[in-house]
């Protein structure tokens, strides 16, 4: 990959990441819209500093760290309640699932963050602690937090709602034709650049040929 060139970059993180931090953002705000605000923004504030990666870490560390910073930001002052998202993934959620939920709901941000980006996106420590813009070990010391809380709340039957937490997560993936959707809107400024260089290269070159078939009629 030409490290010069920022589309490939673009194009290879954001159909990767894209879906990721449409999870992320819909799984700690709990709804729909607070996802929906936290995207826009991102895609706002992607748009302006995306020719400037050059490589596809970079580019999947930016889109990582911008939406939990996105999501701290944005304020989710609205009851959840039954219409959480984890929650409504299922017809018919169990009583254990729905205090399992709600107990993640009651964790700190940080402490949710962290919880979500490795039980459920399965960040390793290095991505959780570049997300969470914190070191390893204060990435550990949330995501252990965490994990003791639920475990008190959930008893034996942690796993199991674990198990189910993750299912739920997983059914917030955006679709393939969303995805795309946003990628091209991101990637468009390049295209476009990129066309009217083509375009005036291609006006050179004719205007140099048209140059030169005059001077050889003048010539003749």
């Known amino acids: 990959m030409n490290r010069h060139d920022p589309l490939p970059v673009l194009l290879d993180s954001a159909t990767r990441r894209w879906p990721a931090c449409v999870r992320v953002a819909t799984a700690l705000g709990g709804t729909g819209r607070f996802a929906a605000v936290v995207s826009r923004q991102l895609l706002r504030r992607a748009r302006p500093v995306c020719e400037g990666w050059i490589d596809t870490d970079e580019a999947d560390r930016w889109f990582l ?26 017809d018919q959620p169990t009583d254990d699932y729905v205090a399992f939920v709600r107990a993640i709901r ?21 991505l959780l602690a570049v997300a969470m813009d914190c070191s ?22 942690y796993d199991k709602e674990l198990r189910r937490l993750v299912r739920a997560y997983h059914h917030l993936t955006p679709d ?9 809107w991101l990637a468009r ?18 205007a140099l040929l048209a140059g030169a078939a005059v001077v050889a009629y003048l010539s003749r």
Do not use: M
């Not at 009651?106 to 290095?126: G, H, I, M, P």
């Not at 400024?189 to 070159?205: D, L, M, N």
């Open 176 to 184: 393939d034709a969303e995805t795309r959707k946003r990628v091209e």
């Open 65 to 90: 760290h911008h939406t939990i910073l996105l999501c701290r930001a944005t304020s989710n002052a609205e009851s959840i309640g039954q219409r959480d998202v984890l929650i409504s993934a299922y």
């Open 136 to 157: 390893k070990t204060a990435a550990q010391t949330h995501l252990d937090q965490a994990t003791k809380q639920l475990r008190l709340i959930a008893g034996d039957s």
């Open 189 to 206: 400024p390049i295209v476009t650049k990129r066309r009217f260089k083509h375009a005036a290269v291609i006006g050179a070159i004719v």
């Open 106 to 126: 009651t964790l700190s941000f940080q402490q949710r963050e962290a919880y979500v980006l490795s039980a459920c996106e399965k960040l390793d420590d290095r």
